[in-house]
């Protein structure tokens, strides 16, 4: 049974490898297209997929439903005497994209930005730049691509299993998964507020690298600093991976109002999906417990993160020298 069980494991596990091999060196980002508007005359618009200047591949499986009274075509939209007001639908969200972000420059160069998601995939329109959504509309949306986007971002979910591994499900744990949430809440606000600013890809870096420096510990089998104190590594870590948050909410954009609601329920999101990844581990422990679990599969896991964050941290560190 020892034998079978681990063999089993281990093809799991090679498994695993090989559908993340390809995945891309940017694995925490989400899934997200951007449909940009300008209001060029009164109640006249020009549209288009993607952010204007960048590079950004045109989504072909999503279809905007315009608001009753506007009429559109593949470049412009027009709208009669109520104005751009009323219902704009995104048809299509959830196959490739998980959200979309719709970012509306009106005459005056005043700017509005919205969020849809599989879940809420309209935006309500007012005509202007107002933007009368109430706080609990704001906190769903935001709540919601808070657990998108920890879920859907393998290298965060990966060092919080490493952390796992290295303390185990002891009286520690709680301690060390509290200190991480608390240091990349702190860094999330700071850089979501303006009052943090790094550049992405050195993040992202050390983020990978962060991965690699666990799963080795939790490999380890001497008393270093990491295991007496797991909570200081924690802390240190969370710090740069609440910047890699704040990337994702930089792209997906504050609401003017509310945002202090968005900032606070996007980071309760990520918090829901953190515990939601432990609640799993646990349960998968307590059912495993009639097998005989051998210290070879801890290591075969460890070993599997530890290499794909090893191609994470040189692809990396590639793009920033490149």
Known sequence: MIVHFSQLLKRAVLSVVLLMSGAEAYAHEMTMADLTMREVAPKEFVWSW???GK???????LTPVWPEGCVGDAKTVRCGERGFAGNLTINGIGKNDSAVILRITWQGEQRSTFTLT????????????RDERDAWQVAQTYAVLGIEHILGGIDHLLFVISLLLLVGFRHQLLATITLFTVAHSLTLAASALGALTLRPPPVEAVIALSIV????????????????????????FGLIHGLGFAGALKEIGLPEQHANMALLTFNVGVEAGQLAVIALAWLMVLASRRFTWTPTARQVILYVIG??????????????TG
């Open 50 to 52: 993607g952010i204007p």
């Open 55 to 61: 590079n950004t591949p045109i989504s072909q499986d």
């Open 118 to 129: 599989k879940n809420q995939p309209a935006a309500r329109l007012f005509g202007s730049a």
């Open 213 to 236: 420096l666990v799963s080795a510990e939790a490999l380890s089998q001497k008393d270093t600093l990491t295991r007496r104190w797991p909570g200081i590594v924690a802390f240190v």
């Open 307 to 320: 290499s794909i964050s090893v191609f994470w941290t040189l692809s990396r560190i590639a793009v920033i």
